[in-house]
């Protein structure tokens, strides 16, 4: 009976301490209808738009007595702002307008990456010649780009990364910044983000914040953005999918161990509460500056929420142990003889010189982005990727980057240019240098392991 009293009490602590770390959320009371200014919209709404409405219906605003004004008011100041019948509005709901309500978010979300995947697009030189002409072109003109802009920018980079709405003289948003709901937008009243991109309009939902499935539609596809396939393929993903309706996910508080027990998603090891943590906006916080590195004390936190002692620290080593490899077998070497060849095409091609113009440059972005995932594979425990990345490293090492430096060799040093020459001569002692060492192949104690005589 003492016992039975002791995991009764225990199991209390554990919920009430879920509530207080957990994120606020709203009472679920549901008002016959909201007051203030925003009750004039709602009434016309509900025809003209009846799904946001819908939406706006079921999600914890309208619990919490917070209509369409509250949200879309405006400020003279704002660069968005027009008159709609009789109120200043603004059709973009920025982290601003969101931080009336829901500071601490804001204010952490700020500090993250996310809030400045805009400013990365657009400063980017090579991610601007990449967007705008390796898989677009500038034809897609506008008030706000009267000289063009990439339609394969627009509808592909910016939708993930966000880019800076461009209010047009005529008052009226430009339309190739609109609609946008890129993760890092840089809004008309300054601010940065977009807390739609994750809790989508107008319900707002915490629970599909949740899941991971918000996160890929970023995060996934090729090189360094396949996290969600490798997430679904862990042992993580696989529970998460087989005990999904176990996950709790409307829950105020949502700690693992306390509220779930069955899987993590991603909000669980990136944003959300554990015991000992509290919820951040921020998703840079539990990942190491370095970019090599992704388990730091916070995300080791995390990890000890459901892994007890030695199996997190371990873990950490064999994690370690596998960027090391790829360092030295891969990354190492194989960046010091990518730059070494742009060095001999350089010389030849002299002003004519394009970076990602060259078969070398895709091969590399292959090779790059293959151990890339390798990197995050290992990381969420995603093994079927981690051999699979280091099965492609060697293919596109040996069938396809070797070969090419050895074209470039020999362009080089029948080039009419000296300096060509000098570095093509370079390019083939660091070739085999680098291919001398027993991790490449000599020195193994069989030398035909294909079967043939």
Known sequence: MKKKIFFLSLAAVFLLTAVSLGSTESNSSKPE?????????????????????????????????????????????????????????????????????????????????????????????????????????????????????????????????GYKVNVNESGKIDPATWPNKG???INPDGSKGNCGACHSAHGFSSAQARQPESCSGCHTGSSSHYIFAIYKESRHGINYYTNKDKMNLDSPGWVPGAT??????????????????????????????????FINEKMGKVCSACHYGNFVINFKLQYKGEIDFYNRKWITPGTALYCKALEVLRAMEGKKFRSL??????IWLDFSGSASQARLAAAMMGQFYVDQSNIALAEIW????????????????????????KYAIELEKLLKETLSKPTYGPGWPRTDLSGCQ
């Open 183 to 185: 993760i890092g937008r």
């Open 398 to 421: 040996f069938s396809e980057f070797v070969p090419a430096l050895k074209e470039i060799i020999q362009m080089g040093k029948q080039s009419q240019y000296p300096e060509a020459q």
């Open 260 to 293: 779930y027990f069955a899987a993590p998603t991603c909000a669980t090891c990136h944003m959300s509460a554990t015991m000992d943590m509290p919820v951040t906006h921020n998703v840079s916080l539990r990942k190491s500056p370095e970019k090599q590195e």
């Open 33 to 161: 209808e909201p007051w203030g200014a925003g009750r004039e919209c709602i009434q016309c709404h509900k025809s003209a738009t009846p799904a946001v409405y819908g939406q706006w219906l079921t999600g914890k605003h309208y619990g919490s007595y917070v209509g369409c004004y509250e949200c879309h008011g405006a400020e003279k100041s704002d660069g968005d702002a027009f008159k709609h019948n009789g109120k200043l509005i603004s059709v973009i709901v920025s982290p601003k307008d969101c931080s009336k309500c829901h500071e601490n978010e804001v204010n952490r979300f700020s500090q993250s990456g996310h809030s400045t995947a805009a400013g990365l697009l657009m400063t980017n030189e090579l991610g601007i010649f990449f967007g705008d002409y390796v898989t677009g072109d500038r034809k897609f003109k506008r008030p706000g780009f009267p000289r063009g802009v990439s339609a394969a920018g627009v509808n592909g980079c910016w939708k993930c990364h």
């Open 357 to 362: 113009t060259h078969p070398i440059d895709y």
